[in-house]
């Protein structure tokens, strides 16, 4: 059973970072959002969005495929937690988070240092494994870290303005903290749109 639906809706984080930038025009941070929304929208023209959202194929993903939702034990994956956004959708939100999470060794906290040669590698192992995907989901793949980065990236930015998301490190504060993971996965998105990995 999903418990968190649209997990991934690019158009509703988009709408929900406009409506902020609105609303919030006095905050404290909305100079620095501003900025990040340039950066938004000007890296927005370099991500394929039809290849990811007109691929009608679905499949049961798992929706927040970061490195840390795996359990290891040494070099075995045993197991997968957070399974609340579990759900028949599209499979390049699942291989670009995890291709965003596993081939950028720093935290959400830090300047990204996207390793294009761990992305090369991954994205080669997946295509031959699996073996039944259709084109229009091949398709999709190339632009799908990016394109998540850039929603994470809006996603921050609207919650640096409206300061509810539950999660943020007090000694940073709210707002800031979701500004810098903003910026962070703005320049995120950056890196893998200037690397040749995801071609």
């Known amino acids: 059973k999903n418990v968190r639906v649209g997990v ?62 795996f359990l290891f034990e040494g070099n075995e994956v045993s197991g997968v937690i957070d399974l609340d956004t579990m759900a028949l959708s599209r499979v390049a939100f699942d291989v670009g988070d995890a291709i965003r999470s596993w081939c950028n060794p720093r935290t959400e906290n830090e300047e990204p240092e996207f390793d294009a040669e761990w992305a090369r590698e991954a994205m080669g192992v997946y295509l031959e494994e699996v073996g039944c995907l ?7 793949l190339a632009d799908a870290a990016p394109f998540i980065a850039l929603e994470l990236s809006m996603r921050f930015a609207r919650d ?23 910026r962070n996965m703005a320049n995120l998105c950056e890196q893998m749109l200037g690397s040749d990995a995801m071609v």
């Open 8 to 69: 991934h809706d690019f158009e509703r984080h988009r709408a929900g970072l406009v409506r902020a930038m609105e609303e919030k025009r006095g905050h404290r941070l909305w100079k620095d959002v501003e900025g990040v929304w340039s950066k938004i929208a000007f890296l927005e023209r370099y991500i394929k969005f039809d290849n990811i959202l007109l691929c009608e194929d679905r499949r049961i993903v798992h929706g927040d495929l970061k490195v840390s939702n």
């Open 160 to 182: 640096a303005l409206c300061e509810d998301y539950f999660g943020f490190d007090p000694e940073i504060g709210h707002g800031e903290h979701s500004l810098l993971r903003a």
């Open 134 to 140: 259709s084109r229009g989901e091949r398709l999709s």
